[in-house]
């Protein structure tokens, strides 16, 4: 059973937005909705400033704090590691967005169109609409599932095949001879807030 | 996708064709379920993208549906025109549409065909080539020009790369290079002409240790990910070029003889009396210094060519002087290193910003890691062969060239890299997109293979447009509405048509017919080619009927447009070359070559038509078709590689007439074979073919050589002076015929010689990974994205100087420049942007009522460039787009 | 990176939740007291009732306001499903109890007889219940770890204290309306001083709560940004605590012993500040839960909160 897990390699990634937007397009998300975020920070101080992008995403944790704190079971954690919301299970407290440290979870209470409203969907919107309803839903929280829909047919998640800097690396955690556990080994890869102890199964590689 | 979606959907496939919001021409696929396009993803197979494309491409869905698209043919009932003015636009039919169109050029044809102005949209370079190209030629003026104009890409950089690697751009062979310099340009790091493979190229390099060293008066992608930044002040990079290249020569004593002897013009023999080639009595071929022999020799004399590395010949004099007809003469190069000295280190600092330490610094680290004399042997299709290796180059674009001393400084920037012998080979600088070519071995073209001239210098055998950057056109007596014949230098000026005399100056330059009808293919030259003002009043309100094939009604076709036909978008459509021709957006390095295409994903929405179509239409109509097919026969022969063979040329008698699939099915069969058409090649979207080593790192595989003295100017200026003052031409521009001399210079800008204190600020231009020029921003997902970004959408600004004005984040803010144009914008507050400087980003700010998703987002920067004179390079007439302004609270 | 630029705040639970923890306080507030004033006997008999009166209804307007912020309401069923680990799940059932044996005790208390050891153990788990119904507002939020601020530890002892004086207040005001003055002038007068030691003792722990928040910097995001809000300082802090303190010192000093001369008007407007100020303590809280800063390779990268666009207007459609 593979442990499903990501590598980002900041050195490589040059906060370009691909992966956000495949994502989006992927999953259909409305307005406001980032499974996969890209965030910007900035460090030193002139002329010795330096920026970084830091995507996100959720980092589908051994132990999610998500699922701890679902009072109806919704949010559970498959036998490969990734943690999903059953929609039908989802009463919509939202409780799992305020415990989630990254910030990975959001909710809509109805599927909003990007364009100004009172205009009739585009056949597209239309499509993103229904398929959005169907896999995500309103009314209850939503997240990345790394794909696990592609995973299933033999394809890369959509914002790892996405990457033109082919700054993120999508693997098998439980395989040590694995391309992503190699590299965390060899690089010291990080996880985000460690101290949380929610073991994130997201793993950055410093940017220089 | 539930199993529930799934049962629904009988159709679902992946179509491979080519994305169109930029010019880098990226390989894409593109999701269709039940005729609905639903995702978009990169091709595998088109080495441009490789399976990868960016932020832009996976938005097109919504550009494709977009419900503010134009759907059906529009005539505007106001026959007011200008900014601000509603142009009570009606639907009218295609037939009506057709028939004033084809009125109106009937009538300019009786008038005069000139009168006919074709203005494009760079972002659609593909298409160009096509139904402008070929209507100018069957049609029968030669007035054209692609959006942007004066402060288009080209007029700086494509020149002279053209000059100096027969290509548009150059950059580092990403794959080798260890240390590289980048002036200016985003190349790698969101934009350029290859946006997405060279992304993937610089993240690999990155990966392996590979040094970018970034000069940017802002932390710029390229800068965050560069091995170090260094901020420059805007406009500078030429100093700072020369600054280097006098360290390297005469502070650290780096250069590469060898190939400064074989393979520039640094020996040519030059004449003091009047900085001329030194020419052989007999054959007149410019004339070099044969150190062994002792004496004077034909610059291509076997004795002292080395067309490839291990060929031997005598070495030839760089330094010193030597007497040919008892006239004292000097090598170029020794003329150069003396012209240089005057850059130094503490000059350059004063100039750019820059600590003359840091200039030594990176000279001295530029010149070590050029390994000067180490090679490589590479698997030519002749077998192995020995090239130099000199993994470092300088690389840089719409920065740097952006500026009244554009062409100087573009290739100030590029010598550098001569300097060291790093040009076009093994971990150098090379030409981009990748400009030599042998071809397909089934046919032999494309060929792009560079040529001597009789001079030695190179010529590049195919080029985008008709001029090619050498030899030189001769200036003639002005034809053209830009007086453009006269100005070999320039691609395209700005100055003359914007000018408010602009009509008095055709009539002094006895020109014999006025504008009449423009059409207008995409470009939304109100916001991309300077002050709106300017542009709409001096410009395109002197025509009499305007008509725009567009995706949109932009703030082009409110101001001025007359007819607006609703195009298909890339994904509606057929181009049958797209990545070529070559010397525009080609994938960089070993990778195959790659000729992509465009093909519909649906059909055409509404009724909405292919540009390319209804321009066969047209000319149908007029009675030109068979014009027409000889403008693009001749179109495809300059600028694809070849000419046509009989068996595959468009009749040019008219008697056949040719579909839009078969013209671009007779291109394909003739460019691969009868076997190798548009059937064949929209299975995969791309036919490929290896490259040669010896394609990949030509230089040492071709005799020509580049000029690094530019005496061929001298003549050229004197010309066009010449010509100009016949005109009384300074009656209206007092032009500085000085720049056309040997030896590069940097000249300042407006901006660095301003003296009104209170304009304190020195605003820039920089384009971010999501928005092309003006064209994405109506997109919501990407204008999204961009309110996502801290920037893009700002105007970012040094905290200190923030504070010292007392502006605080997200403020308001007015910038105005000198000569008292203003916008508006909100400051965001970053510690990674030069004190002085203020940074707006892509062509933003829109105010049309038809794009209200892109309405009032970000800067319109453009309303701060002037298009007079002054704020262009009298070389290349290249317009200024660093600007002084003063910023204050907006309330 | 411009200090002044805000990071992101959570923005899922407003004011329905607001309600709910407040009446969940309030609720369980005046329960305990209620209960806790039946064991000591008469005299304190209609701050009983009262209390009584509020405990169970207050509990139940409460729910619905939770269940009116569910995304889904209809599977509210599911609420309990986990109490292992949820706490949401265990307040489903901490609340659940507690209205059952309000309700009962209520029933039992005002229309039988039945007294003595039943009403005793019914009164007894019911405090108990009550207790953990008010801690229970606060732990729901102390176990997010989406948000620093409310993790201080700091964040339930602040609801249980402001869970008691509102319970209190509500007593006051609810026997201000019921009462005769004769009867209840005395214990109105303790009640008061009760309040003002009440309300200086959450004085205390909401400053101890910032200055906690004040030394880490994910909690300072929020707590800078509670102090901002006009709400906190003014509806809350003065008119929330302070007005009400100095109203139930004069109340307590102008009474005589027996309690004559009461002003039931400043009895009742000093309770209903105080509640009010409850009820934004506990939207500010809320509102002001700002998301963890994620450190990385010396860079900090907040969720920047910069105004985005409002949705696109209409514009103008082209002629179709
Ligand atoms: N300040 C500043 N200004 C600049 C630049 C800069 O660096 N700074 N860059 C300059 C440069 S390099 C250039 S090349 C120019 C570009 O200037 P433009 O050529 O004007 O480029 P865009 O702004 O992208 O305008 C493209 C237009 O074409 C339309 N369009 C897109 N696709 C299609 C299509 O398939 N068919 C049709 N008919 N229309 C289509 C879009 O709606 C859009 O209005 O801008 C120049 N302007
Ligand atoms: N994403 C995206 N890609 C594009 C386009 C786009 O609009 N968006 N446009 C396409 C077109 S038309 C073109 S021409 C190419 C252009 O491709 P690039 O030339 O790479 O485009 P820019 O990002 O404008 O590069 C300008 C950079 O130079 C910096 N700069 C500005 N002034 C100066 C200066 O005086 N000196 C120095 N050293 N740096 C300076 C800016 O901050 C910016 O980082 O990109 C093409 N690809
Ligand atoms: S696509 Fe890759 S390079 Fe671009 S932002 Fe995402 S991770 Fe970074
Ligand atoms: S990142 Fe957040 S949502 Fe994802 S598993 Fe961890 S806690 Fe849950
Ligand atoms: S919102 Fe849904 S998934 Fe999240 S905690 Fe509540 S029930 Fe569980
Ligand atoms: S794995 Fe899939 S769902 Fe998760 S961020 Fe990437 S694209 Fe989005
Ligand atoms: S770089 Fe240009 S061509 Fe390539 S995908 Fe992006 S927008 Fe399309
Ligand atoms: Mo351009």
Redesign the pocket.
Same mark, same amino acid.
Do not use: E, L
């Given at each position: 059973m593979p442990r499903w897990g990501m590598v980002i390699d900041l050195k490589r990634c040059y906060g370009c937005y691909a992966c956000v937007m495949a994502c989006k397009v992927a999953n259909h998300s409305p307005p406001g909705v980032f499974w996969a975020r890209i965030l910007k920070g900035e460090s030193g101080s002139f002329p010795n400033t330096v920026r970084q992008a830091l995507p996100v995403l959720c980092m589908q944790c051994d132990e999610p704090s998500c699922m701890e704190v679902c009072p109806t079971g919704a949010t559970q954690q498959t036998d490969d590691g990734i943690v999903i919301v059953e929609q039908d299970k989802c009463m919509g407290c939202k409780y799992c967005i305020m415990a989630c440290p990254y910030g990975a979870r959001y909710s809509v209470e109805k599927w909003e169109s990007y364009f100004p409203d009172g205009l009739p969907l585009s056949p597209y919107e239309e499509f993103a609409k229904r398929a959005w309803e169907e896999k995500s839903g309103c009314g209850v929280a939503t997240k990345c599932d790394f794909c696990r829909d592609r995973i299933a047919e033999g394809r890369e998640p959509a914002c790892v095949e996405a990457c033109p800097a082919d700054a993120r690396i999508f693997g098998d955690l439980a395989d040590p001879n694995s391309e992503v556990s190699i590299l965390i080994k060899q690089n010291r890869g990080e996880v985000l807030h460690p101290e949380l102890g929610n073991k994130p199964k997201v793993y950055y590689l410093a940017p220089r | 996708m539930t199993a529930a979606t799934q049962n629904r959907i009988e159709e679902d496939v992946w179509i491979p064709t080519c994305c169109g919001q930029?010019?880098?021409m990226c390989g894409i696929k593109v999701r269709r379920q039940n005729g609905v396009v639903t995702e978009i993803a990169g091709n595998p197979d088109a080495p441009s993208g490789r399976g990868h494309t *960016?932020v832009?491409a996976l938005a097109s869905p919504h550009l494709l549906y977009d419900p503010y698209r134009v759907n059906y043919p529009l005539k505007r009932t106001n026959p007011e025109k200008g900014l601000g003015v509603d142009p009570k636009f009606v639907r009218i039919s295609w037939e009506e549409a057709l028939d004033t169109i084809v009125h109106k050029l009937e009538a300019c044809r009786e008038k005069d065909p000139r009168g006919a102005y074709f203005q494009a949209t760079?972002?659609q370079a593909s298409e160009i080539r096509f139904g402008v190209i070929g209507f100018m030629k069957g049609f029968g003026t030669p007035n054209y020009w692609v959006s942007?104009g004066g402060l288009?890409?080209g007029n700086g950089a494509h020149f002279m790369n053209g000059i100096m690697h027969a290509a548009w751009s150059i950059i580092p062979d990403f794959a080798h290079c260890n240390y590289a310099l980048? %002036?200016? *340009?985003?190349?790698g790091?969101?934009?350029?002409?290859v946006?997405v493979q060279n992304a993937t190229q610089a993240a690999d390099a990155r990966a392996r240790g590979f040094k970018n060293i970034v000069? $940017?008066?802002?932390q710029?992608?390229?800068?965050s990910k560069g091995h170090e930044w260094v901020p420059?002040?805007?406009?500078? $990079?030429g100093a700072l070029a020369l600054g280097l290249i006098n360290s390297l020569l005469n502070e650290h004593g780096i250069y590469d003889a060898e190939y400064l002897m074989y393979k520039t013009n640094a020996p040519y023999l030059i004449r003091p009396s009047d900085g001329r080639y030194m020419r052989d009595k007999e054959t007149n071929k410019p004339l070099v210094w044969d150190l062994v022999d002792n004496g004077p020799k034909a610059h291509n004399d076997p004795s002292v060519t080395r067309v490839e590395y291990e060929d031997v010949a005598h070495e030839v004099a760089l330094l010193g002087s030597y007497p040919v007809d008892g006239v004292e003469c000097r090598p170029a190069f020794d003329l150069l290193k003396e012209h240089v000295k005057k850059y130094t280190p503490e000059y350059v600092e004063q100039v750019t910003w820059v600590p003359a330490a840091t200039v030594s610094r990176i000279a001295k680290e530029f010149g070590e890691a050029a390994e000067i004399g180490s090679t490589v042997t590479i698997q030519t299709s002749k077998g192995p062969k020995k090239i130099p290796k000199r993994p470092v180059a300088t690389h %840089?674009?719409?920065?740097?060239q952006?500026?009244v001393n554009s062409g100087w400084t573009c290739l100030s920037v590029d010598l550098v890299n001569h300097m060291v012998g790093a040009a076009d080979t093994w971990g150098g600088a090379f030409g981009l997109g990748a400009a030599v070519g042998s071809g397909y071995e089934g046919t032999g073209k494309p060929y792009q293979i560079p040529y001597p001239c009789p001079d030695g210098l190179m010529v590049a055998k195919t080029w985008v447009y008709d001029h090619v950057p050498y030899p030189m056109r001769v200036p003639k007596p002005p034809t053209r509405l830009d007086l453009h014949d006269m100005f070999p230098t320039s691609i395209y000026n700005a100055f003359t048509i914007t000018s408010p005399r602009w009509m008095e100056l055709l009539e002094r330059f006895k020109i014999p017919y006025k504008p009449d009808v423009m059409i207008n293919f995409g470009s939304n030259s109100v916001m991309t080619m300077g002050n709106a003002e300017a542009v709409t009043e001096n410009f395109l309100k002197q025509f009499n009927f305007i008509f725009s094939f567009q995706l949109y009604i932009t703030e082009f076709e409110e101001a001025v447009a007359d007819i607006v036909l609703p195009d298909a978008c890339f994904l509606e459509r057929y181009t049958p070359a797209v990545s070529f021709p070559s010397t525009f957006s080609h994938p960089q390095g070993e990778d195959d070559w790659g000729w992509s295409i465009r093909q519909p994903v649906v059909e055409p929405l509404y009724e909405r038509r292919d540009f390319n179509v209804v321009m066969l239409d047209i000319c149908k109509r007029l009675g030109i078709l068979g014009k027409y097919y000889k403008g693009l026969n001749d179109s495809i022969g300059i600028r694809y590689g070849g000419e046509m063979d009989e068996k595959y040329k468009l009749v040019e008698d008219g008697s056949v007439e040719h579909s839009w699939e078969d013209v671009c099915d007779r291109m394909l069969k003739d460019r691969f074979g009868e076997e190798h058409g548009l059937e064949h090649v929209r299975q995969k979207g791309v036919f490929t073919w290896p490259k040669k080593k010896e394609d990949v790192y030509w230089k040492w595989f071709n005799p020509v050589r580049v000029p690094v003295y530019f005496e061929y100017f001298i003549d050229s200026g004197e010309q066009i002076a010449k010509l100009w003052d016949d005109f009384g031409g300074q009656d209206f521009f007092d032009l500085d015929w000085s720049r056309f001399k040997a030896l590069a210079d940097w000249y300042p800008c407006p901006t660095h010689t301003e003296t009104k204190s209170e304009y304190d600020m020195h605003a820039?231009?920089?384009?971010?990974?999501?928005? *092309?020029?003006s064209m994405?921003q109506q997109n919501p997902y990407l204008d999204e994205m961009s309110q996502e970004d801290p920037y893009v959408y700002a105007v970012q600004m040094h905290q200190d100087t923030a504070a010292e004005k007392g502006l605080s984040d997200g403020d308001h803010v007015w910038l105005e420049n000198p000569e008292g144009h203003r916008v508006k914008g909100w400051v965001a507050l970053t510690d990674g942007i030069e004190p002085h400087h203020l940074?707006i980003a892509?062509?933003a700010g829109h105010w049309g009522n038809y794009m209200p998703i892109a309405k009032g987002k970000g800067t319109f920067f453009n309303d701060l460039v002037e298009m007079d004179l002054p704020h262009t390079d009298p070389l290349t007439f290249n317009q200024d787009?660093?600007v002084r302004v003063k910023i204050y609270k907006a309330n | 990176m411009d200090p002044k630029v805000n990071g992101q705040i959570q923005t899922e639970w407003g004011w329905l939740v607001a309600i709910y923890l407040f009446l969940g306080g309030v609720g369980g507030g005046a329960y305990t007291i209620a209960a806790v004033n039946g064991f000591m006997g008469e005299g304190l008999a209609l701050s009983t009732r009262v209390g009584l009166w509020i405990g169970f209804p207050a509990l139940l307007i409460g729910s619905l306001f939770l269940l009116a912020d569910l995304g889904s309401p209809m599977r509210a069923v599911l609420a309990g499903m986990k109490p292992a680990s949820s706490w949401i799940a265990r307040g489903f059932w901490i609340i659940t109890v507690f209205m059952i044996l309000a309700f009962l005790h209520l029933v039992l208390y005002l229309y039988t007889d039945i007294g003595g050891t039943v009403l005793d153990v019914i009164a007894g788990a019911g405090i108990v219940f009550a207790v953990l119904t008010m801690a229970y507002t606060g732990i729901l939020l102390g176990a997010s770890k989406g948000i620093p601020f409310w993790r201080t530890g700091v964040v339930p002892v602040v609801f249980v204290v402001s869970a008691v004086v509102t319970g209190h207040f509500t007593i006051m005001l609810g026997m201000t309306l019921f009462g005769e003055v004769a009867v209840m002038g005395t214990s109105l007068r303790t009640m008061a001083l009760e309040a003002a030691i009440l309300v200086a003792l959450e004085v205390l722990v909401i400053l101890f709560f910032l200055q906690a928040a004040f030394k880490l910097p994910d909690p300072r995001e929020s707590a800078e940004r509670i102090l901002r809000r006009r709400s906190f300082v003014v509806g809350y802090f003065i008119l929330g605590l302070a007005v009400p303190f100095v109203l139930m010192l004069v109340v307590y000093g102008s009474l005589a012993q027996d309690g004559a001369g009461i002003s039931l008007p400043l009895v009742a407007v000093g309770a209903l500040l105080g509640l009010v100020g409850g009820l934004i303590l506990r939207q500010s809280v809320l509102v002001c839960g700002a998301l963890p800063t994620l450190n990385i390779a010396g860079f900090q990268f907040r969720r920047i909160a910069r105004p985005k666009e409002r949705k696109p207007s209409m514009g103008m459609l082209p002629p179709q």
């Open positions: - | 930029c010019y880098c *960016c832009k760079t972002t942007g288009h890409c980048n %002036f200016g *340009c985003s190349k790091h969101g934009a350029g002409h946006a000069f $940017d008066p802002f710029s992608a390229q800068a420059i002040r805007v406009g500078t $990079d %840089f674009f719409r920065g740097t952006g500026h820039f231009y920089w384009r971010a990974v999501m928005h *092309c020029n994405t940074a892509a062509v787009i660093c | -």
